[in-house]
Antibody, heavy 120, light 111 residues
Framework: QLQLQESGPGLVKPSETLSLTCTVS??????????WGWVRQPPGKGLDWLAT???????YYSPSLRSRVTMSVDTSKSQFSLRLSSVTAADTAVYYC????????????WGQGTLVTVSS | NFMLTQPHSVSESPGKTVTLSCTRS????????VQWYQQRPGCAPTTVIY?????PSGVPDRFSGSIDSSSNSAFLTISGLKTEDEADYYC??????????FGGGTKLTVL
């Protein structure tokens, strides 16, 4: 069974960079069918797609965050990562990593999510 | 860019049928698959409908999905409502410029 696990600091200071890693187990991160992505959810609000990456390194970013977000992948460690720069309190959210099926753009596996709070 | 608009909240009684809507602002609803996710408090979303109308294994057949080109909308219908169906429901689709677009979500209350 595929599993995804987010890791990273739970508290980030304003203006700093948020960094999260997702570790994939129980399946291959280099499968040609799938992409890997990040979705966040501010407290009490809806789902917000941030970015998606293919194992080759091709990336796709949300237009609203493109200037601040970077994704990368490390296939040797079965991990992919998110960096979000110049964070503010508005970036406080539960951050989920997830697998995206490339054939129908469905997120079929999700991590449990990790709460990141932006505060001084 | 297009948007997916969902009603903020819907309420219905146990045993009844409810239909949640998801309206695409531009471009045809039929041009890209629509997915529906259920999210209970404190949990990650799970798929209840994919590719407009397909149910993942384990999802009861009380859940069904459809699209309507005349209203440019997708619909999630839940019949025989149970209290356990109370959750937030999100639609999601995409286009060539945007790999993922989520609707704002509908809070379903079963009372």
């Amino acid at each position: 069974q595929l599993q995804l696990q987010e890791s990273g600091p739970g508290l980030v200071k304003p203006s700093e960079t948020l960094s999260l890693t997702c570790t994939v187990s129980g399946g291959s991160i280099t499968s040609s069918t799938y992409f890997w992505g990040w979705v966040r959810q501010p407290p009490g609000k809806g789902l917000d797609w941030l970015a998606t990456i293919y194992y080759s390194g091709d990336t796709y970013y949300s237009p609203s965050l493109r200037s601040r977000v970077t994704m990368s992948v490390d296939t040797s460690k079965s991990q992919f990562s998110l960096r979000l720069s110049s964070v503010t309190a508005a970036d406080t959210a539960v951050y989920y990593c997830a697998r995206l099926d490339g054939s129908d753009h469905m997120f079929d596996y999700w991590g449990q999510g990790t709460l990141v709070t932006v505060s001084s | 860019n297009f948007m997916l608009t969902q009603p903020h909240s819907v309420s219905e009684s146990p045993g009844k049928t409810v239909t949640l809507s998801c309206t695409r602002s531009s471009g045809s609803i039929a041009s890209s698959y629509v997915q529906w996710y259920q999210q209970r408090p404190g949990c990650a979303p799970t798929t209840v409908i994919y590719e407009d109308s397909q149910r993942p294994s384990g999802v009861p057949d009380r859940f069904s999905g459809s699209i309507d080109s005349s209203s440019n909308s997708a619909f999630l219908t839940i019949s025989g409502l149970k209290t356990e169906d109370e959750a937030d429901y999100y639609c999601q689709s995409y286009d060539s410029s945007n790999p993922v677009v989520f609707g704002g979500g509908t809070k379903l209350t079963v009372l």
